[in-house]
């Protein structure tokens, strides 16, 4: 089992950068795949990018590819969501999640952080 929190949301104005970050604790967290989703309000959680316990597998919604860049580091048990060219879409509250698999569905992630907010205005 894992347990996640993260951190480094915030209020940014568009074209700006954010670096959000999840902590885990927990002794597997090396063998999960580690998710980032968002929910706007009003709307249903979407999928935003994703990576295998290696890193070797990493998949990324279209509306964020080359925007935003998913990492991890197993030894800090840390994953992370840079993002750059930050658009009034993407206000969201976003959630890490860990699953076994590197997958685009939120039910194949069972473990899930509390979420941090980001706001992009115009």
């Known amino acids: 089992q894992v347990q996640l929190v993260e951190s480094g949301g915030g209020l940014v104005q568009a074209g700006d950068s954010l670096r959000l970050s999840c902590a885990a604790s927990?002794?597997?967290?090396?063998?999960?795949?580690m998710g980032w989703f968002r929910q706007a309000s009003g709307k249903e959680r979407e999928f935003v990018a994703a990576l295998s316990w290696n890193s070797n597998n990493v998949i990324y919604a279209d509306s964020v590819k080359g925007r935003f860049t998913i990492s991890r580091d197993n030894a800090k048990m840390t994953v992370s969501l840079q993002m750059n060219n930050l658009k009034p879409e993407d206000t969201a509250v976003y959630f890490c999640?860990?699953?076994?698999?590197?997958?685009?569905?939120?039910?194949?992630?069972?473990?899930w952080g509390q979420g941090t907010q980001v706001t992009v205005s115009s």
């Open positions: 999640a860990a699953g076994p698999f590197t997958d685009y569905q939120a039910a194949q992630y069972p473990y």
């Open positions: 927990g002794r597997t967290f090396s063998r999960y795949a």
